[in-house]
């Protein structure tokens, strides 16, 4: 059974980082792409980022674009997601998250099939 474990949240200051780590278990870890997205209260989960089983390729959503990276270590089944220069709208519970078929690099909420519990991500102004 897929599982995915999320850290690294925590509460920040406007301009301030923090970097999130998944830990994945249970499967081939380096044969899957893997993606960040995150949600706010009273709104949809929407995409952040999302990284290729190899780490060659990555995806960003515009908001995030040049501000947050994506990463992984397929050595340690981690990825990450180093954020600078946080902003107050970055604020939401980060949820990691991976599909349950290799070969593609999928960004929709509904192509993604094993989740974590999330981390809270807070950026005060």
């Known amino acids: 059974q897929v599982q995915l474990v999320e850290s690294g949240g925590g509460l920040v200051q406007a301009g301030g980082s923090l970097r999130l780590a998944c830990v994945a278990s249970?499967?081939?870890?380096?044969?899957?792409?893997m993606g960040w997205f995150r949600q706010s209260p009273g709104k949809e989960r929407e995409f952040v980022a999302v990284?290729?089983?190899?780490?060659?390729?990555?995806y960003y959503a515009d908001s995030v674009k040049g501000r947050f990276t994506i990463s992984r270590d397929n050595a340690k089944n981690t990825m990450y997601l180093e954020m600078n220069s946080l902003k107050p709208e970055d604020t939401a519970v980060y949820y990691c998250?991976?599909?349950?078929?290799?070969?593609?690099?999928?960004?929709?909420?509904?192509?993604?099939?094993?989740w974590g519990q999330g981390t809270q991500v807070t950026v005060s102004s």
């Open positions: 249970g499967r081939t870890f380096n044969s899957y792409a």
């Open positions: 998250a991976a599909p349950s078929l290799s070969g593609w690099i999928p960004t929709d909420v509904h192509e993604f099939d094993y």
């Open positions: 990284i290729s089983w190899s780490g060659d390729s990555t």
